[in-house]
Nanobody, 125 residues
Framework: QVQLVESGGGLVQAGGSLRLSCAASGRTFSSYAMGWFRQAPGKEREFVAAISWSGGNTYYADSVKGRFTASRDNAKNTVYLQMNSLKPEDTAVYYC??????????????????WGPGTQVTVSS
């Protein structure tokens, strides 16, 4: 089992930046893929970004492509989500997740078997 804890959320003005971090424990971090998802009030949880075990492959939702960047530091057991040019519609609770069944990545929420508690990101207009 993998334990995940996100940090770095907060309140930012439109056009600003935030970097989310997700610290993992419980299993060899470099053996599985990681993903970022978000959920706004009244909406379903949606895919944001995913990164393979090595960090060499990433995949993004169209809504964040070119603005968000996922990365990971396997020596620190941490995955990051750099968010630039933030928009009010990016406001949501952001979750990191682990897909311990694969070293590659998935955009499907049901493929992920461990989740962090989430961190709130609020973008004001």
């Amino acid at each position: 089992q993998v334990q995940l804890v996100e940090s770095g959320g907060g309140l930012v003005q439109a056009g600003g930046s935030l970097r989310l971090s997700c610290a993992a424990s419980g299993r060899t971090f470099s053996s599985y893929a990681m993903g970022w998802f978000r959920q706004a009030p009244g909406k379903e949880r949606e895919f944001v970004a995913a990164i393979s075990w090595s960090g060499g492959n990433t995949y993004y939702a169209d809504s964040v492509k070119g603005r968000f960047t996922a990365s990971r530091d396997n020596a620190k057991n941490t995955v990051y989500l750099q968010m630039n040019s933030l928009k009010p519609e990016d406001t949501a609770v952001y979750y990191c997740a682990a897909d311990t069944k694969t070293r590659f990545y998935s955009a499907y929420v049901n493929d992920y078997d461990s989740w962090g508690p989430g961190t709130q990101v609020t973008v004001s207009s």
